[in-house]
């Protein structure tokens, strides 16, 4: 009776543990074929003053707040240009993992700007070498008041627009580099200011030095620039450090503008003449909906 009573155990017990083994392979082949992408090639979504290729995750709202002091070669009258504040506060969302859109408004000409960016390579193993990353932005400036504007002068001139290829690759886990090739158009621009469509070329790159602190710096070379014009290249240093949910950055540069058209067109400062800004970047997301 004890052999039947087994026998009818094993022949009720045995298929379970069969489907249960075959869901379980199942489950491993699944998670063996997932692709496995390299992350975190920078901390956040700035390298200082211009954006690296990470994008924020879907359902994320991350609130930006840029602040540039005035130069620290004002002297001591100036308080090494704390009197003088520049800031910038935005916001940007997750649409997707890959697909971000923002908006901000910065002092620096009143400027308002609006962007889009799109993660289309992400560099894995035995996959793409990099990481590539679209942007895209429009810039207004509300400065000046209709009232002062020269005659002739449109609403649609205030506008300007700026196209950019995000391009890192993550050599170490300490090392990340990135390119950054660069357009900007202006549909009006000044005499003496350059022509309406310029071209740069951005370089950066991230040393990690702990866990939680990094060093940043990024370069944008204006190439063939219309002579004459007072402006020179951006150059920005950064110490990244992570706390948490946000991500805190002290910057030195040469540029107190925090939207392409004015660091990557308008920088009238010389990094090497003590033309140099201390400011911060201070990042904090909010997850909005739940991650699957």
Same mark, same amino acid.
């Given at each position: 009776?004890?052999?039947?009573?087994?026998?009818?155990?094993?022949?009720? &017990?045995?298929?379970?543990?069969?489907?249960?083994?075959?869901?379980?392979?199942?489950?491993?082949?699944?998670?063996?074929?997932?692709?496995?992408?390299?992350?975190?090639?920078?901390?956040?979504?700035?390298?200082?003053?211009?954006?690296? &290729?990470?994008?924020?995750?879907?359902?994320?709202?991350?609130?930006?707040?840029?602040?540039?002091?005035?130069?620290?070669?004002?002297? #001591?009258?100036?308080?090494?240009?704390?009197?003088?504040?520049?800031?910038?506060?935005?916001?940007?969302?997750?649409?997707?993992?890959?697909?971000?859109?923002?908006?901000?408004?910065?002092?620096?000409?009143?400027?308002?700007?609006?962007?889009?960016?799109?993660?289309?390579?992400?560099?894995?193993?035995?996959?793409?070498?990099?990481?590539?990353?679209?942007?895209?932005?429009?810039?207004?400036?509300?400065?000046?008041?209709?009232?002062?504007?020269?005659?002739?002068?449109?609403?649609?001139?205030?506008?300007?627009?700026?196209?950019?290829?995000?391009?890192?690759?993550?050599?170490?886990?300490?090392?990340? #580099?990135?390119?950054?090739?660069?357009? &900007?158009?202006?549909?009006?621009?000044?005499?003496?200011?350059?022509?309406?469509?310029?071209?740069?070329?951005?370089?950066?790159?991230?040393?990690?030095?702990?866990?939680?602190?990094?060093?940043?710096?990024?370069?944008?070379?204006?190439?063939?620039?219309?002579?004459?014009?007072?402006?020179?290249?951006?150059?920005?240093?950064?110490?990244?450090?992570?706390?948490?949910?946000?991500?805190?950055?002290?910057?030195?540069?040469?540029?107190?503008?925090? &939207?392409?058209?004015? /660091?990557?067109?308008?920088?009238?400062?010389? /990094?090497?003449?003590?033309?140099?800004?201390?400011?911060?970047?201070?990042?904090?997301?909010?997850?909005?909906?739940?991650?699957?």
């Amino acid at each position: 009776m004890k052999h039947i009573s087994l026998l009818v155990l094993l022949a009720c &017990v045995g298929p379970l543990a069969a489907q249960a083994q075959d869901d379980l392979l199942n489950q491993l082949e699944k998670t063996t074929d997932a692709p496995t992408y390299v992350s975190q090639t920078f901390k956040g979504t700035r390298l200082v003053n211009g954006h690296s &290729v990470e994008t924020i995750g879907a359902g994320t709202l991350e609130f930006i707040f840029s602040h540039r002091f005035g130069r620290l070669n004002g002297g #001591l009258y100036e308080l090494f240009g704390l009197d003088d504040a520049f800031v910038r506060i935005g916001l940007e969302y997750g649409i997707t993992d890959n697909l971000g859109v923002g908006i901000g408004r910065n002092s620096v000409d009143k400027t308002v700007d609006s962007y889009l960016k799109y993660k289309l390579l992400r560099q894995r193993p035995g996959g793409s070498p990099l990481t590539v990353t679209a942007f895209g932005s429009a810039a207004y400036k509300t400065s000046p008041k209709d009232d002062d504007v020269p005659p002739g002068f449109k609403t649609s001139d205030r506008l300007a627009y700026t196209a950019q290829l995000l391009v890192a690759r993550k050599l170490t886990s300490k090392l990340s #580099l990135q390119l950054m090739p660069t357009v &900007v158009h202006k549909n009006f621009v000044g005499e003496g200011s350059g022509r309406n469509d310029q071209f740069a070329l951005g370089m950066g790159g991230r040393i990690r030095l702990t866990r939680s602190v990094s060093v940043n710096a990024e370069y944008y070379y204006r190439i063939q620039p219309e002579a004459g014009t007072p402006y020179k290249d951006a150059l920005g240093l950064a110490i990244d450090i992570e706390t948490g949910g946000h991500v805190f950055q002290i910057v030195l540069t040469n540029t107190r503008g925090m &939207v392409e058209r004015t /660091f990557v067109t308008e920088t009238d400062g010389d /990094f090497f003449d003590g033309d140099i800004h201390l400011g911060f970047n201070v990042t904090r997301a909010f997850q909005l909906k739940k991650q699957k």
